[in-house]
């Protein structure tokens, strides 16, 4: 009796295996995963627009050091951040503008990935940020407050730098001026 019973355990053992081991569906996988539409490559940039990999100061300065010889566009903002909501659209076109010439990055701060990644989905970003839970490469930079706008040269220097929201038309004159 026990010797007939096997097969049929074996079975259901392995419809469930096979059940658990399948892959997420598609859409589950697609809002997790958006190929990053930078200007440049660097080993710390990340190529997935929602991966929000966690970084620090020193990190982050090493992937300005790594973006010498494209422009750079840094965004310091947060999803519970009414001033970064009013410049999150001007964002978004802006990138599509002048993303192939300008390297955009974003810095979260102060959030969570989930919220994080459902901005960004709001509002069609598909450039890539880090993931700064604690607000430590905006502190060690010396800035207060958010959203920040930071513009580096190609020598990796700062060029220019802003507290508060962009007006859509001083976001493209710097940009512009950046992406030569």
């Known amino acids: ?28 996988r697609d809002a997790q995963f958006l190929a990053a539409e ?35 566009y840094v965004n310091v903002w947060g999803s519970w951040c009414p001033p970064c909501r009013q410049e999150a659209p001007f964002l978004a076109s802006a ?18 990935r989930e919220s994080a990644r459902a901005f960004m989905q709001e509002f069609g970003w598909t450039y890539p940020s880090v993931f700064d839970p604690g607000g430590a490469i905006r502190d060690g930079l010396g800035y207060i407050g958010q959203p920040i706008s930071i513009f580096y040269d190609e020598r990796g220097e700062v060029v220019a730098d802003f507290a508060g929201p962009l007006t859509e038309a001083l976001l493209g004159r710097y940009l512009e001026r950046l992406a030569g």
């Open 1 to 28: 009796m026990g010797r007939s019973r096997f097969p049929v355990f074996l079975a259901a053992v392995s419809l469930l295996a096979a059940a658990c081991s399948r892959e997420a569906p598609a859409a589950d």
């Open 95 to 112: 990138h599509a503008k002048y993303g192939d010439r300008v390297q955009f990055l974003g810095i979260d701060i102060l959030d969570s």
């Open 38 to 72: 930078n200007a440049a490559e660097a080993p710390l940039l990340p190529t997935n627009a929602y991966a929000l990999p966690e970084f620090d100061l020193t990190e982050f300065e090493r992937l300005i050091g790594q973006l010498r010889g494209t422009a750079v």
